[in-house]
């Protein structure tokens, strides 16, 4: 499989604790994602790392991306009850039209 | 904010029947997917789509699966003969630019999603 792992499967923290969570995968990519899905909902689009950044950041994200590793982590600081969700990473492969998405984590903040 | 939207919400069919799900992408967006998830499982790929003709697709994709933009607005995935195993929530999303584009703006936008339940 090509696709993105997460780890954990599954974090719980309380909240205004930091959670992080980790996504490896195999190819090489042109960029990569996270989304974040609520419960039986769809997926929503956090950031976008590209191959030749290293950390970026968004209000309370920080994602980081290591290619000679082909990993990535997001971390949520700060961590609130509604940030409750699973998050996916998602990676596009070089020319091919298609994104691979992992099994996710799956966060609790408990609050 | 523009959405993807997705019918129906949720569908209960009978094992061997035939299924459309429906979906109509955001107006300027010219590449479309379909994604799977079994309960609670992965997001698996099932089929990308432009220039109304299918640019990839994954080893789940079989000859049941058949997609289609029949009128330049919907988007549509037909199940021909449905299965136990089928059942899971459909994902539609689309983007502006190719998933193989090195810009850095093919972000997917999803739509909520089609469960469809095969008994």
Redesign the interface.
């Known amino acids: 499989s090509q696709q993105g792992e997460e780890d954990p499967q599954a974090l719980s923290i309380q909240e205004g604790e930091n959670a992080t969570m980790n996504c490896s995968y195999k190819t090489s990519i042109n960029n990569l994602q996270w989304y974040r899905q609520n419960s039986g909902r769809g997926l929503v689009h956090l950031i976008l790392i590209r191959s030749n950044e290293r950390e970026k950041h968004s209000g309370r994200l920080r994602v980081t991306l290591d290619t000679s590793k082909k990993s990535s982590s997001l971390l949520i600081t700060a961590s609130r009850a509604a940030d409750t969700a699973s998050y996916f990473c998602a990676t596009d492969p070089y020319n091919f039209n298609k994104f691979y998405f992992g099994s996710g984590t799956k966060l609790n903040v408990k609050p | 904010e523009p959405e ?1 939207t997705q019918t129906p919400s949720h569908q209960v069919t009978q094992m061997g029947q035939e299924v459309i799900l429906r979906c109509v992408p955001i107006s300027n967006h010219l ?1 479309f ?1 379909w ?1 799977r998830q079994i309960l609670g ?5 099932l089929v ?1 789509f ?1 220039n109304n003709e299918i ?2 697709k ?1 080893e789940i994709f079989d000859d049941q699966f058949s997609v289609e933009r029949p009128d330049g607005s919907n988007f549509t995935l037909k199940i021909r003969s449905t299965k136990l195993e089928d059942s899971a ?1 459909y ?1 539609c ?1 689309s983007t502006r630019i ?5 810009s ?1 703006a ?8 089609s469960r469809l339940t095969v008994l």
């Open positions: 993807v590449y997917y994604y499982q992965k997001v698996e790929f990308s432009y640019s990839e994954s929530m994902f999303a190719s998933g193989g584009a090195n850095g093919n972000v997917l936008t999803f739509g909520a999603g």
